[in-house]
């Protein structure tokens, strides 16, 4: 079974959303805190984000949000989080979210969370890390991406191993098993071409 310490979050920065996403996120930082699970994330007070981050802490969770400067003021930066890393880029914080966790989850999120996602993908297709990649489809709002993925792998744009990168989820009930499931990650995973 893998270890699993901390756990990055991606979702979305919008508050206009359906109560349904928003209460997957509280439910999410709920069964992360008392998992004493530490949650990583983008480090804003909004949205999902805020939501996720907020539910971790009532409950009792170690949080640590990271956060380009330049992103702080217009996400309202979260300074009630155990730990917020304000750094220079985008890609810093990308980089420090991806160094500091043990597996990935997504939750309904917009462009953002898409591009993190992916990012996350891509990486591991690329076997610059073997972590899980866990998505949360919430009230079925991810059935277009998996949609998207099985496209590009039928029009022969990507090998079928790329729907193996990563693993729907049909509730966030589902995320901490789903992650005990979770093969060990390669200690040297090997770049390869797909
Ligand atoms: P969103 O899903 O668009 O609400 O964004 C979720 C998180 O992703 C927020 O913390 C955004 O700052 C971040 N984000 C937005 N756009 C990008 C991007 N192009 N690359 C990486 N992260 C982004």
Request: aromatic share 6%; proline share 5%.
């Amino acid at each position: 079974m893998v270890s699993i310490k901390r756990v990055c979050v991606y979702c979305g920065s919008s508050d206009r959303v359906d109560a349904a996403y928003r209460d997957a996120a509280v439910r999410l930082g709920t069964l992360l805190a008392e998992a004493g699970i530490e949650l990583v994330y983008g480090g804003g007070r909004i949205g999902l984000m805020g939501l996720v981050a907020n539910a971790a802490l009532a409950s009792g969770g170690r949080v640590t949000g990271i956060i380009p400067a330049h992103l702080h003021d217009a996400e309202v930066g979260h300074h009630g989080v155990s730990q917020l890393m304000v750094v220079g880029s985008m890609h810093e914080r990308k980089q420090r979210m991806f160094e500091m966790s043990d597996a990935f989850v997504s939750l309904p999120g917009g462009l953002g969370t898409l591009d993190e996602t992916f990012e996350m993908l891509t990486w591991k297709q690329l076997s610059l890390h073997d972590k899980p990649v866990i998505v949360v489809d919430v009230a079925g709002y991810w059935a277009p991406l998996q949609q998207l993925v099985e496209h590009v792998v039928a029009k022969g744009f990507a090998g079928a191993a790329s729907l193996g990168l990563y693993r729907i989820v049909p509730s966030v009930e589902d995320v901490l098993p789903a992650l005990a499931e979770s093969r060990e990650p390669a200690v040297s995973p090997q770049p390869r071409l797909v």
